[in-house]
């Protein structure tokens, strides 16, 4: 098989989306991803992001392949994990003290995160479009919502704390832990003692 025929096969099989990055780690010239975007076989949607012309833009995915480091997060990791049905009208990804995000602003809300916390309740979930993303899970994210100064209005919120205490997948336990961790705790129990 020709490395076109690889990169397209990868692509299908990737729900219509590859990146200049796979196709290095495959040994493939990159050249032959310029071929395919003049043949118009690929379309370039983004630095290192190609596409199928029929695929479906996934803005999540674009992103997280965009930008590896960043994790969805607060509005965007619920509309992820299905408790809130509000699409985002701008994505929010969490990054480590230190990262260089400058090159983002404009295009999403930027949160940072402490190196000691950055990774805690990070889950691989699917996009909308079928792509494998990484988000915080709904302990960590409804911990984010009630964190700091400018805390997300609650009130917005409130349906996911409520749809949250109402499923069986809940865990208070590891809800807790994460909100003594990230300094919360307080602000959730007056919640909890409402919902629960």
């Given at each position: 098989?020709?490395?076109?025929?690889?990169?397209?096969?990868?692509?299908?099989?990737?729900?219509?989306?590859?990146?200049?990055?796979?196709?290095?780690?495959?040994?493939?010239?990159?050249?032959?991803?310029?071929?395919?975007?003049?043949?118009?076989?690929?379309?370039?949607?983004?630095?290192?992001?190609?596409?199928?012309?029929?695929?479906?833009?996934?803005?999540?995915?674009?992103?997280?392949?965009?930008?590896?480091?960043?994790?969805?997060?607060?509005?965007?990791?619920?509309?992820?994990?299905?408790?809130?049905?509000?699409?985002?009208?701008?994505?929010?990804?969490?990054?480590?003290?230190?990262?260089?995000?400058?090159?983002?602003?404009?295009?999403?809300?930027?949160?940072?995160?402490?190196?000691?916390?950055?990774?805690?309740?990070?889950?691989?979930?699917?996009?909308?479009?079928?792509?494998?993303?990484?988000?915080?899970?709904?302990?960590?994210?409804?911990?984010?919502?009630?964190?700091?100064?400018?805390?997300?209005?609650?009130?917005?919120?409130?349906?996911?704390?409520?749809?949250?205490?109402?499923?069986?997948?809940?865990?208070?336990?590891?809800?807790?832990?994460?909100?003594?961790?990230?300094?919360?705790?307080n602000k959730l129990r007056k919640y909890l003692e409402v919902l629960l």
């Open positions: 098989m020709d490395n076109t025929k690889k990169i397209l096969n990868i692509a299908i099989e990737n729900n219509g989306i590859i990146t200049s990055a796979k196709v290095t780690e495959l040994g493939i010239p990159r050249i032959y991803l310029s071929q395919l975007v003049k043949s118009g076989k690929l379309q370039k949607v983004d630095r290192g992001i190609y596409a199928l012309p029929e695929a479906w833009e996934d803005e999540f995915y674009i992103l997280q392949a965009r930008y590896p480091a960043g994790i969805f997060s607060h509005e965007s990791a619920l509309f992820l994990l299905s408790f809130t049905d509000r699409t985002p009208s701008v994505i929010t990804m969490t990054f480590p003290y230190g990262y260089h995000a400058q090159t983002l602003k404009g295009k999403i809300i930027i949160k940072k995160a402490n190196r000691e916390f950055y990774e805690l309740g990070v889950e691989e979930i699917l996009s909308p479009n079928g792509h494998t993303v990484r988000a915080y899970s709904i302990e960590r994210t409804l911990c984010d919502i009630l964190r700091g100064k400018n805390a997300i209005d609650i009130e917005q919120n409130l349906p996911a704390i409520k749809k949250y205490t109402n499923s069986s997948e809940k865990n208070i336990p590891l809800l807790l832990e994460y909100a003594e961790k990230l300094r919360v705790l």
